[in-house]
């Protein structure tokens, strides 16, 4: 079964930094591009970034570029997001998904809660 | 990066069809045929529900269904049924590797 564990979200003040990671299972991880989604509570969906299987290429949302910064480790089946100079916008459930073809996110994984706020 | 319009709600009693439409830009839903559209229910991770326009993933019900034509695809669900009472958002490829969401449809079953 395929299963993404995100982890890693909490409360933080506004400029702080915080770090999530998203630990893959039953599949074979680094054949994969893989993305970051989020929501604001009550909100709509918002890709955030993506980066390819093998690192080389990476891509983001212009409300996080500059500040975020996605990676992976293949050989711990993890993705990560690094997020500074954090805004209260920011604040959102952020899942974790793969592009098992071009143009597709399936599954996700059940999310994060980041919540930046003094 | 500007979201996809997507009609706010839709509603229809059981046994009807809806449509929500998902209108984007020469830059996105009309250039490429990479149009997915994910079923939220309340409390729950995004499902996806069509990919490339019209295709159904499987074990998705067959009363769902896609479309595309120009910049706008739509969503189609047929037979409505209290279980389809969710949230649907389009996503489409823009280029560059770069994914733009709809801004969302609120689906209630009368």
């Known amino acids: 079964e395929v299963q993404l564990v995100e982890s890693g979200g909490g409360l933080v003040q506004p400029g702080r930094s915080l770090r999530l990671s998203c630990a893959a299972s039953?599949?074979?991880?680094?054949?994969?591009?893989m993305h970051w989604v989020r929501q604001a509570p009550g909100k709509g969906l918002e890709w955030v970034s993506g980066?390819?299987?093998?690192?080389?290429?990476?891509s983001y949302a212009d409300s996080v570029k500059g500040r975020f910064t996605i990676s992976r480790d293949n050989a711990k089946n993890s993705l990560y997001l690094q997020m500074n100079s954090l805004r209260p916008e920011d604040t959102a459930f952020y899942y974790c998904?793969?592009?098992?073809?071009?143009?597709?996110?399936?599954?996700w994984g059940q999310g994060t809660l980041v919540t930046v706020s003094s | 990066q500007s979201a996809l319009t997507q009609p706010a709600s839709v509603s229809g009693s059981p046994g009807q069809s809806i449509t929500i439409s998902c209108t984007g830009t020469s830059s996105d839903v009309g250039t490429y045929n990479l149009v997915s559209w994910y079923q939220q229910l309340p409390g729950k991770a995004p499902k996806l529900i069509i990919y490339?326009?019209?295709k159904r993933p499987s074990g998705v019900s067959n009363r769902f269904s896609g479309s595309k034509s120009g910049n706008t695809a739509s969503l189609t669900i047929s037979g409505l049924q209290a279980e389809d009472e969710a949230d649907y958002y389009c996503?489409?490829?823009?280029?560059?590797?770069?994914?733009?969401f709809g801004t969302g449809t609120k689906v209630t079953v009368l």
């Open positions: 039953g599949f074979t991880f680094d054949d994969y591009t």
């Open positions: 996503c489409s490829y823009a280029g560059s590797s770069i994914y733009v």
């Open positions: 998904t793969v592009t098992v073809a071009p143009g597709l996110f399936d599954p």
């Open positions: 490339e326009a019209s």
């Open positions: 980066i390819s299987w093998d690192s080389f290429s990476m």
